[in-house]
């Protein structure tokens, strides 16, 4: 079975309790941060490198997101989420988040918001969440 995000994340709640469930189209992208630094000699040497682990074990996940196609409501409910205090309020409030792994994970938003629009069809080019924690199972 391959590790997945929900591996590596704490239980956690969410700041509202909504749930972001339109399924990403395309590709979703995961990535994953650890806060370290690393210091390379002037030599250039291997051995004069040292790595430094600020994280504490902790890994910082984001998925990003694409919906290139979607209707008015599903392109609303997007913009309900980003927007609106009792959502996601821009980048403030933590949501949850029903991954197409199964699982559902606390996260906000890490990017500003954007939407294209078309007669009938829209389409959010780039969400980017931030993995807070997973709810438990």
Known sequence: MAQEIFDYVD???SDVN???SIDPQ???TETGDK???IHRGDDNDPASTTRLDFSGGHIRFNILIRWDLLNEADAGTVMKFWCDSSYGNGRISSFKFSHPDGHTYVVCFDCLFQRLMRP???SVPVCTLEVIGRIAE
Do not use: F, G
């Open 11 to 13: 239980n956690t709640t």
């Open 18 to 20: 909504q749930t972001l």
């Open 26 to 28: 395309a590709v979703l």
């Open 35 to 37: 806060k370290d630094v």
């Open 120 to 122: 009938t069809l829209y």
